[in-house]
């Protein structure tokens, strides 16, 4: 019985190591939309949004996704409650003003993860894409 434990427990672990989490999960594309371009002084500057700006940000698959996507957001390392939509076809997009969405002043790190499994956070995902905002005055 032991070594049956042991046989199965072997059998498991290679089938993580071969079929790791969220590999059906293909990659992603991540697109920003809005802010002020014209006042970026660098192309690698983060795009500043002010408080009225339109915010729009979407996370497309690279192919066709045939399973459930679900996603998570965080802003400086904390959830953001900000609105995600989740298509049929694993699509996701956030959109509204920046000042609702990003109430705080400054530069920030968003972070998206996503998984095939419910609740995806920063340490369990298949996915992880990341931008930097400002939001300005």
């Not at 498991?12 to 071969?18: K, R, S, T, Y």
């Not at 996704?65 to 694993?90: I, K, M, N, Q, Y």
Request: proline share 9%; glycine share 8%; charged share 25%.
């Amino acid at each position: 019985l032991v070594a049956f434990g042991g046989a199965l427990a072997a059998a498991a672990i290679a089938l993580l190591v071969l079929f790791p989490r969220g590999a059906a999960l293909p990659g992603y594309q991540l697109e920003r939309l809005g802010g002020d371009a014209s006042t970026r002084s660098s192309a690698d500057a983060p795009a500043r949004y002010g408080p009225t700006d339109r915010l729009e940000i979407r996370l497309r698959p690279e192919t066709r996704v045939d399973a459930p996507v679900h996603a998570a957001a965080f802003v400086d390392g904390r959830r953001w409650d900000a609105p995600l939509e989740v298509s049929a076809t694993g699509a996701v997009r956030v959109v509204g003003p920046a000042g609702e969405l990003l109430p705080d002043l400054g530069e920030h790190t968003i972070v998206f993860v996503l998984d095939e499994a419910p609740a995806p956070t920063l340490e369990r995902h298949a996915r992880r894409l990341e931008l930097v905002l400002e939001r300005i005055p």
